[in-house]
């Protein structure tokens, strides 16, 4: 079945540290892929997604690439804020089915 | 609305006692998702709804959760004789339709404490 493999957090920064939050999957077919961002109290949000292989998906500095060939699609930023503390979580959706899976979520802290 | 409306934010309930959470969708949005966000642990996928078809209930963790969709719109999340492990962060996402891309929008949860 379809699974998404994300790095284990907490993972705490300094700001305008850079930042790699990785995220494997597996998954039948050619999946869309997710990044959805889980700021303090407030519901899951869209960050950036990518719908086919090297695919980039980019917004408010985060980026993540489709990669195929390593079912892989980190999230990145080069310059982290404290506003962007919040939890991360990586999703597919795979077509099989229409419900998205989710990873389990990486909680990122950046300290002033 | 504006955005996915959950009700009620926080519920705090005794073993055994039934609860409903109720998800007020995007309006016009014909997919609605249940999903459960246990302390540490990801989204566990609960129910689908499309449209009129038959609900997708592949996720429900036993027959003490049912869900139901009125009218195509609100939906209400039902967990009779609760218990302690059913406490988590019960969450709804609605999307335009569930081809392509699915984009989901999300509430903000209700939260079910189950002393």
């Known amino acids: 079945g379809d699974s998404v493999t994300q790095m284990e957090g907490p993972v705490t920064l300094s700001e305008e540290a850079f930042l790699t939050i990785n995220c494997t999957y597996t998954a039948t077919g050619y999946p869309s892929l997710f990044w959805y961002v889980q700021y303090p109290g407030e519901g899951l949000q869209l960050l950036l997604k990518?719908?086919?292989?090297?695919d980039k998906g980019s917004n408010k500095g985060f980026e993540a690439t489709y990669r195929k060939e390593t079912t892989s699609f980190h999230l990145e930023k080069g310059s982290v804020q404290v506003s962007d503390s919040a939890v991360y979580f990586c999703?597919?959706?795979?077509?099989?089915?229409?419900?998205?899976?989710f990873g389990s979520g990486t909680q990122l802290t950046v300290l002033p | 609305g504006a955005g996915v409306s959950q009700s009620p934010s926080n519920k705090v309930t005794e073993k055994g006692k039934d609860v409903e959470l109720r998800c007020d969708p995007i309006?016009?949005?014909?997919?609605l998702y249940w999903y459960r966000q246990s302390l540490g642990q990801g989204l566990e996928f609960l129910i689908y709804f499309q449209g009129n078809s038959a609900p997708d209930k592949s996720g429900l963790p036993s027959d003490r959760f049912s869900a139901e969709r009125t009218g195509g719109s609100v939906s209400t999340l039902t967990i009779q004789r609760t218990q302690q492990e059913d406490s988590a962060v019960y969450l709804c996402a609605s999307s335009l339709d569930s081809s392509g891309a699915n984009v989901l929008t999300f509430g903000a949860g209700s939260r079910l404490t189950v002393l």
């Open positions: 990518a719908t086919k292989a090297d």
């Open positions: 309006s016009g949005h014909t997919a």
């Open positions: 999703a597919l959706d795979s077509g099989s089915a229409r419900q998205l899976t």
